[in-house]
């Protein structure tokens, strides 16, 4: 009885260590397994990267001319996550500009030019979804110019001409800290002008002037401001983990912006989409691909006549390769 005894006591005592070890042994596991993003509070991120282009030419016989060129953007990136909500922040800025040619007559010519913020506030609705308002707002920094010939250009922007701000409440499925999807039954997407001239000529959509055909003096101005009001859909998407081993250095990101003005013409949706590669060839140094393509059935980028105005509407689209200096903090 004595043996008996001795024996169910120790096959219980070995019974409940092996339970605790198991036990222990799937918490690690389910740490380990974790994913950063569902680990709360505050992140803080950023990108700089600074790109160089050089073409030098010496009795070249096939012909082609020198050019030099540089490349600059940022991003800063600024998230909280909790169980209840998630509110997301970054800003963006590029400038690039090239000189084609080796003479001080030559300019820099300006091949890119962007500042933008986001921000976008969300409350837990059920799960991956989230009560969500959205506010975006961009610009340039430097004039804009369109050349007719190597001294004459006219003006076409600058610095809050154009700026969009566009401010959105709707939904948010938001999973992770990868992808996005948001959908806006009630969204306001105003257009600034804040130059006259470009006013007054109708630029980026803004009611032009009323000119007197006689004697051509301006009898109402332009308006300086346009207000759209419809549907909004933003997607959004990075990616920096893949399983091949050849992928492990290379980020992607995409961004689709969509916009259906209720009032007027609502089937011509307004586009905004970017994509953006990055392949890290080792710490410092990164090559870069990205591309963007704009449409918007109220903005004129087409000349026609050949008058050096622009009088139809069309897609615009950018694509930039650079290598260069990239540092990720």
Request: glycine share 6%; aromatic share 14%; proline share 2%.
């Amino acid at each position: 009885m004595k043996k008996t005894l001795l024996f169910v006591s120790l096959f219980a005592l070995l019974s409940n260590s092996l339970s605790a070890q198991i036990t222990d042994a799937d918490a690690q596991k389910a740490l380990r397994t974790q994913s950063t993003d569902t680990i709360f509070g505050w992140t803080v991120s950023g990108l700089v990267s600074i790109n160089a282009a050089n073409t030098m030419l010496v009795n070249w016989i096939a012909g082609g001319n020198n050019t030099l060129g540089f490349e600059s953007t940022g991003s800063i990136f600024a998230n909280v996550r909790t169980k209840r909500f998630v509110w997301e922040n970054n800003l963006n800025a590029a400038l690039g500009t090239m000189r084609q040619g080796n003479t001080h007559r030559d300019k820099f010519l300006k091949t890119n030019d962007r500042l933008q913020f986001n921000s976008k506030y969300g409350q837990r609705a059920y799960r991956n979804f989230f009560y969500s308002a959205l506010v975006n707002a961009q610009t340039q920094m430097l004039i804009g110019k369109n050349y007719s010939n190597d001294t004459t250009y006219t003006i076409i922007s600058r610095f809050w001409a154009p700026a969009q701000i566009l401010t959105a409440i709707g939904m948010d499925y938001n999973p992770n800290a990868n992808l996005s999807v948001f959908v806006s039954p009630i969204s306001a997407r105003m257009t600034f002008v804040h130059d006259q001239t470009l006013a007054n000529a109708g630029a980026f959509g803004v009611t032009p002037a009323i000119i007197d055909p006689a004697t051509g003096a301006i009898i109402t101005p332009g308006q300086r401001s346009l207000c759209q009001y419809g549907g909004y859909v933003s997607i959004s998407y990075k990616k920096n983990s893949w399983r091949w081993e050849l992928l492990k250095n290379v980020m992607y990101i995409t961004n689709l912006n969509l916009f259906s003005n209720y009032v007027e013409n609502p089937q011509n949706i307004k586009v905004d989409w970017s994509n953006q590669l990055l392949f890290k060839v080792n710490k410092y140094i990164t090559f870069m691909f990205s591309n963007q393509f704009l449409y918007d059935d109220v903005v004129k980028v087409k000349d026609t006549n050949g008058d050096g105005v622009f009088d139809a509407t069309g897609g615009q689209y950018k694509q930039i390769t650079s290598l260069g200096f990239a540092f990720n903090f």
